[in-house]
C-alpha cells in the first residue's frame, strides 16, 4: 500500500512563497508518475504539476509555469512542491498524488492521493 503526506501549506500574501512536501511510502515497483493537484472551492480538482518518477519528463500547468517549481528527493523519497510569486488564484487544497506508468492529466487516473494540505493566499 503506498501512502502519501502532505505538509507545508499555509497562508500567505500575495507575492511570497511557500513549499508543500510530499512524503513517499509503500512498495512501488515500477516506474510511476509523482505529482501535485489542487481543487479551489466551487471548482474541479485540476492538475498543477507531476513528474515521472526518474525525471523524464515534467508538466506545469499553464497557470504555474515559470513560478512554481516540482522536485523530488529520491534519498528521502519526498516530492516538493516550491510555489513563488503566488496569487490570489492559487488559493486551494493541494493534493500530493501518485499514479503508476504515464503521467496524465486527468484526476481520474490517480491511484492514490494524498489527503491534502490547505494554501491561501491573501490580496
Known amino acids: 500500500q503506498v501512502q502519501l503526506v502532505e505538509s507545508g501549506g499555509g497562508s500567505v500574501q500575495a507575492g511570497g512563497s511557500l513549499t508543500l512536501s510530499c512524503a513517499v511510502s509503500?512498495?512501488?515497483?515500477?516506474?510511476?508518475?509523482l505529482g501535485w493537484f489542487r481543487q479551489a472551492p466551487g471548482k474541479e480538482r485540476e492538475r498543477v504539476a507531476n513528474?515521472?518518477?526518474?525525471?523524464?519528463?515534467?508538466y506545469y500547468a499553464d497557470s504555474v509555469e515559470g513560478r512554481f517549481t516540482i522536485s523530488h528527493d529520491n534519498a528521502k523519497n519526498t516530492l516538493y512542491l516550491e510555489m513563488n510569486s503566488l496569487k490570489p488564484e492559487d488559493t486551494a487544497m493541494y493534493y500530493c498524488?501518485?499514479?503508476?506508468?504515464?503521467?496524465?492529466?486527468?484526476?481520474?487516473?490517480?491511484?492514490?492521493w494524498g489527503q491534502g494540505t490547505q494554501v491561501t493566499v491573501s490580496s
Open positions: 513528474r515521472y518518477s526518474d525525471g523524464f519528463a515534467i
Open positions: 509503500g512498495n512501488i515497483y515500477s516506474t510511476y508518475c
Open positions: 498524488a501518485l499514479k503508476r506508468a504515464g503521467c496524465s492529466v486527468a484526476t481520474s487516473l490517480v491511484e492514490y
